[in-house]
């Protein structure tokens, strides 16, 4: 698919895509990797200090400073692993997918990068297997790297399954661990993931591109691009009712309208939906909010995965919410009592709200399910959910009077704007 | 202070927590608990080991925090 | 202690353990989760099933050193946990050691319950469903009373207790099944006017 995706837009210096995908090319452009010929600890504590430097967080989701993350994995001592996320179990984002065919090696000098500095033994990618071009393109990524001697610690592809809990970083680490393909329940974020009992590190394929980036070009380089409190630049998956659908590479902090202008919406959009399904929907009076951590947190919202779609004005943002929510609630693990039966139950009353079918008790009933299903799951997941559907019924807030009423808007019964996986139970 | 940390993966809603202790452990239509994370009352202490030892799952694990996390 | 005291010690104590490893069955059988419809409180069905336990085990333990105590009969330490080693009853004190060894597992499995897998905990656990019937086989087998009509009642009452209960608890988890099924059936799965696959989106995302 990602000849339907292409970078619309990426300008200046430090950019991750745009670059040779080839090695020879890559290491024309950007020179080798600076990987160093003997991991000492001196280079290992300038890296992690370069990294802070930086200020780079995890474009993967949690937004985690990776300075933080490196620290914790350094701790657990030599022989662990670098795994590669590149799951993008996230229907509406493309970026990783695009990164790893168009620009494998920076995301692969990146897991080096991170193998030195960790001791690690072993570079895990992780690509589900359907996914036959990034699959391909990574195939030969590897054997052009082995064959030219820039793979000092040996790198291996491997396929869990494709649902969008096995892109979550506990389970990702299980899986690598066991097979078993499941979040763990982790009160303290500070104890590391752990992989044949040696520590494992878990990024984020676009966070490596950034992290090789930042190790050649040097931390001003990212610090130059985006805002000194999120600094560097991010992948944009802009979708829904744009004519030009595709990958933005932009500056943190660009207004959230000017990145999907890029893809030229086909029309004034309704809202926009910003982080991904379990992220949130933001209104027309907050679409000059700089693309940002501090800045989306203050609307309610997250750069979550780097995902924008446009909903356009022929469309019912509660119809589109409650299929959201109808496929969150089927991605869950199944692991906890309320992800699994409070979703579903979630997705029900939005469905019947989205139908103009409520009964007097649905609004408070939603919202008590709301406030009682969130931060009860092991993982992140139902928090996302409950984030989608809260932020829904505050942006279509003029929509959800009529449709309480049971008059629901003239859209809600149209085709969806939004992207579902066909692995997806659909009626 | 204690704290209630119940491992939602572990839980299976025998609801027995909530028995012993209602006033800090609620639980949600579908039998699952509720806690809010705040410290205990000293006076609870003891009803809290009980719920931790009782629990047949054992997602029960009680914190020792001197102060807010 | 004289051997004919010590041996009504055995039988005794075998009794009465065989009784109190029949209640510590049927209270375990019948912990079950949203369980509200009881007159008591779950917790206090949970703390009867593991007191009820060690006082059983504490009869069991009288029932195994009175036997190998009494000089009448000779069985040694070992042919209580080693099967079928006994010189006196080789067949029958052989299934009460083998009742005896399973039931040291599924002691140990909740001694040392904080340090295995919940899985591995349930496995070792449930091989009480083994011992119980093994030591009841043994309790018959011996057949120093199994031919009284009172300790065949007992025997008889063992039986339809641990029946009863193990009736009750699959009625029980068949329900709720029924009832987890159709919540997840509705999971993933929206009304078909709010169909997922009519996007006017290019396809998946699959690349």
């Keep these: ?427 | 202070m204690i704290r209630i940390l119940i491992d939602p993966i572990a839980c299976d809603a025998y609801g027995y927590c909530a028995e012993l202790l209602p006033e800090a452990v609620s639980l949600d239509e579908w039998g699952y608990p509720i806690v809010d994370g705040r410290p205990l009352p000293p006076e609870l202490a003891s009803a809290a080991k009980r719920a931790a030892r009782d629990c047949p799952r054992r997602a029960i694990t009680l914190r020792e925090r001197t102060s807010g996390h | ?207």
């Design chain 3, 1 to 207: 202690m004289s051997s004919t005291s010590l041996w009504y010690a055995t039988r005794a104590s075998g009794l009465v353990a065989m009784v109190l490893l029949t209640l510590t069955m049927v209270l375990g059988i019948t912990t079950t989760t949203r369980t509200r419809a009881r007159r008591w409180p779950g917790f206090a069905h949970q703390e009867l099933h593991r007191r009820i336990s060690m006082i059983a085990v504490v009869f069991l333990g009288l029932h195994v050193l009175t036997s190998v105590l009494d000089t009448y009969v000779n069985i040694s330490w070992a042919a209580i946990v080693i099967p079928f080693t006994s010189s006196y009853g080789r067949l029958w004190v052989g299934v009460g050691a083998i009742s005896l060894d399973l039931m040291i597992a599924v002691f140990a499995s909740s001694l040392l319950r904080a340090r295995m897998r919940p899985q591995t905990w349930r496995a070792m656990h449930w091989l009480a469903y083994l011992s119980w019937p093994v030591a009841l086989a043994h309790t018959f087998g011996m057949g120093t009373d199994a031919g009284e009509s009172w300790v065949i009642a007992l025997g008889a009452g063992c039986v339809l207790a641990v029946a009863v209960a193990l009736t009750w608890r699959l009625r029980h988890s068949a329900r709720q099944a029924t009832a987890r099924r159709v919540q997840a059936s509705l999971a993933g799965l929206p009304p078909k006017s709010l169909a997922l696959t009519a996007s006017s989106q290019t396809g998946s995302s699959h690349a």
């Design chain 1, 1 to 427: 698919m990602p000849d339907a995706l292409d970078l619309l837009a990426t300008t200046g210096q430090y950019r991750l895509l745009g670059h040779p995908t080839d090695l020879a090319g890559h290491i024309a452009t950007l020179g080798p990797a600076p990987l160093p010929s003997d991991a000492s600890r001196g280079w290992r504590q300038g890296f992690i200090a370069a990294v802070e430097a930086s200020g780079l967080s995890g474009r993967g989701g949690a937004g985690f400073p990776a300075a933080v993350k490196l620290a914790l994995a350094q701790s657990g001592g030599p022989g662990g692993s670098v795994v590669v996320n590149g799951m993008e179990g996230e229907p509406a984002s493309d970026k990783d997918k695009l990164l790893l065919i168009r620009s494998p090696h920076l995301v692969l000098d990146g897991a080096q990068l991170l193998a030195a500095a960790t001791e690690a033994r072993r570079v895990t990618l992780c690509v589900p297997e359907g996914r036959r071009r990034v699959v391909a393109a990574l195939r030969r990524a590897i054997e052009e790297r082995m064959a030219a001697g820039c793979a000092p610690v040996p790198e291996v592809i491997a396929h869990p399954p494709d649902r969008f809990v096995a892109g979550e970083e506990s389970a990702l680490a299980r899986w690598v661990d066991s097979g078993r393909s499941l979040p763990f329940f982790r009160p303290d974020k500070g104890v590391a993931l752990q992989i044949g009992r040696r520590g494992a590190l878990v990024h984020n394929a676009e966070t490596l591109a950034h992290l090789a980036m930042i190790a050649s070009t040097g931390p001003e380089a990212f610090r130059a691009r985006g805002l000194p409190e999120d600094p560097g630049t991010s992948l944009v998956t802009v979708s829904g009712a744009v004519e030009l659908p595709g990958v933005v590479e932009i500056e943190r902090g660009t207004p959230l309208i000017d990145i999907v202008r890029r893809a030229l919406p086909t029309g004034q959009p309704q809202a926009l939906l910003v982080g991904g399904y379990g992220g949130a929907w933001v209104g027309p009076q907050d679409f000059a909010t700089p693309y940002a951590s501090f800045s989306l947190r203050a609307i309610g919202a997250t750069a979550g995965v780097g995902v924008a779609v446009v909903l356009g004005q022929n469309a019912c943002g509660l119809a589109e919410s409650a299929r959201i929510a109808h496929f969150l609630a089927g991605q869950s693990a199944g692991q906890c009592g309320p992800c699994v039966y409070g979703l579903p139950a979630i997705a029900d009353d939005l469905t019947r709200l989205a139908r103009g079918q409520a009964d007097p008790g649905l609004l408070a009933r939603l919202h008590r399910r709301l406030g009682e299903v969130d931060g009860r799951g092991a993982c992140r997941h139902p928090d996302g959910a409950v984030n989608l559907v809260r932020s829904a019924l505050h942006v279509f807030s003029a929509d959800l009077a009529a449709h309480l009423d049971g008059v629901p808007c003239p859209h809600w019964n149209r085709p969806s704007q939004l992207r579902f996986p066909d692995s997806a139970r659909a009626a």
